[in-house]
Structure formats: structure tokens, C-alpha cells
């Protein structure tokens, strides 16, 4: 009776934090972006530093019509919002927040359940795509699928990097494992895991399949109310995800700079936070890369850096064993 307990206990949390964690980061991108560019609008809703400008989107959406295109598929149209935002739920269960017991569920194999079915979450956006009957939105989904292809691979090299460091796949035993004299010589792999990441959640700059002055929302074109907002969640709870696995990664996890795990999931809150800011950081400060730069950037610096981030893990294993 109390393993059923300690299951539905670590399942709750996991949901709550699945609910609340992108909503903060949402509100959060509202406010940073506010005051970057001078934005007056989300500063006013609700009196006080417009704090009532999330629960106004929530309301926005929710009391706009439900369409489905004539011409298209109707239930795999309907099905592309969960298949994009369920993923991300997964992967929360196995990421560690703290020493211990601290996980919604330890998965021996760590990395390979996250990375796959972080890439199952990106289907969701090729099928809305290519359900929608709508041509801009076909366009969208090759894009979102040439992207995938693209930035899915120095993802894996720089997980397998500090896999091949630590001596395990396993996240927990990663962090268990970590040094902070690792992040000298792992923050090239640290900083390509970042930036595929955003890639595949098509986050700004990488935004080119849902390019609004181009092809006016990509995949995502047509759809309205509720399962536009499941869209828009699913790339909020996709940056929680990528700051998490990350933080988990490449910065220690649970560890302080101080020495001892008392502070434990604070210290992964804070770190993944700054990495949420940086994420909201840099779609207001780059503009949009056009698709050969994008693809540019993956095949000929991400994937050699990715590349040469394994073989220096190699030659720093061998010397210092």
C-alpha cells in the first residue's frame, strides 16, 4: 500500500509541475519580453505588472470557435495537439530534481527514453501539417521534418559525450557522477545540446517552419481555440524539458557551487530558470535564420563540434584513468 502511495504521490507532483512549470515560463517570456522591447500591452492587464495577462490568453482561447478545415484529415488534425504536448509529460517523470528519490521515475536507460521521446513530440507538428489540407502548413511540416533531421544528431553526440563521461545513461547516476571540473572542457557539448534543443522546439531564431511572415503560421495555420493553445504549451513545457535536461546534463544537476545537495531540486530550479531566461533572451535579440543557414549550421559546425566534443571526452577518459 505505501509503494501505491509513493507511485501516485510522484505521479501527482509530476502532473502539477507539468502544469505549472510552462505556464511560468509563458508569463515569464510575457514580462522579459514587455520590458526588453518597450511593450506597454502585457504590463497593464490586471492592474499590477499585468499579472492577469496569462489568465486573458487563457480566456481568449477557450472562447474561440473549434474549426476543422473541410478538406482535412479530420482525426489525425485533432490528434497532432496531444501527440505534441503528451511527450513532454513523459520525459518529466524521468528527469531528476534532487538527490535521492527525487524523480517522478528512474529509467536505467535515462537518455535514450528522453531524447526519444522528445523526438516523438515533434510529430505532432508534422502531423498537423499534413492533415490540414493547407499548403502553407504542408510547407511547415517538411520544414519541421528537415529541421528534426538536422539538429536530432548533435543532440545525441553531446548526450553520448557525457554519457561516455559519467560511465553511465542513466540521468541520475549522470549527476551522481558529475564534477565541476567537467564543465571546462563539456560546455562546447553543453552549448550544442542547447541549441539543437531550441531547434527542435522551432524556437526563434530556428523558427522557420511556423515563419508568420512567410507562411503565415506553418503547421499550425489552421488551427484555432483550445488545440492552438495545446500547441503553444507544448513548446512552453518543451523549454522546461530542454532547460531540465541541461541543467541535468551538463551543469550538475542538484549539485551547488558550494558544496552539498542541501538546497537539492532548488539549486536544478535556479540553474534551469537561467536557461529559460536565455531561451526568451535570444528570440528577442536574433533575428530568424533563413533554411540554409539553419541547415548550414547543423551539418557544418554543430555536428563537427559534436564530433570533436566525443573525441576529447575519449582522450580525457584515457588520461585520467
Known sequence: MSDTLDVVLRLLAVFVAFLVLPLVVGQAEHKVMAHMQ??????YA?????????????????????IVPAGADRRIFQLAPAVALLPYLLVLLAI?????????Q???????????????????????????????SLLGGLRTAGQLMAYELPMLLT?????????????????????????????VGAVVFFVAGLAELQ?????????DSEIIFGAYTEYTGLRFALFLLSEYAGIVVLCGLTTV?????????????????????LKAAVLAFVVIWLRVTYPRLREDQL???????????????????????????
Open 46 to 66: 490586471g492592474g499590477f505588472h499585468g499579472w492577469a495577462q496569462l489568465v486573458a490568453d487563457g480566456v481568449k482561447f477557450a472562447q474561440k470557435e473549434d
Open 295 to 321: 541547415q548550414k549550421l547543423a551539418w557544418t559546425v554543430l555536428i563537427p563540434l559534436a564530433l570533436a566534443q566525443i573525441a576529447l571526452t575519449g582522450v580525457v577518459k584515457v588520461v585520467t584513468q
Open 249 to 269: 546534463l551538463f551543469l550538475g544537476g542538484w549539485h551547488g557551487p558550494f558544496g552539498g545537495d542541501g538546497m537539492g531540486w532548488v539549486w536544478t530550479l
Open 106 to 136: 528512474a529509467v536505467d536507460a535515462g537518455i535514450f527514453f528522453v531524447l526519444a521521446v522528445m523526438g516523438v513530440g515533434v510529430l505532432g507538428s508534422l502531423m498537423a501539417g499534413w492533415a490540414s489540407a493547407n499548403k502553407f
Open 38 to 43: 518597450g511593450r506597454l500591452g502585457p504590463m
Open 96 to 104: 531528476p530534481v534532487g538527490p535521492g528519490n527525487a524523480v517522478g
Open 203 to 211: 524556437r526563434p531564431p530556428f523558427d522557420m517552419p511556423v515563419a
Open 159 to 187: 548526450a553520448a559525450s557525457v554519457a561516455m563521461a559519467a560511465g553511465t545513461v542513466s540521468l541520475s547516476g549522470i549527476v551522481d557522477a558529475f564534477q565541476w571540473w567537467w564543465v571546462p572542457w563539456q560546455i
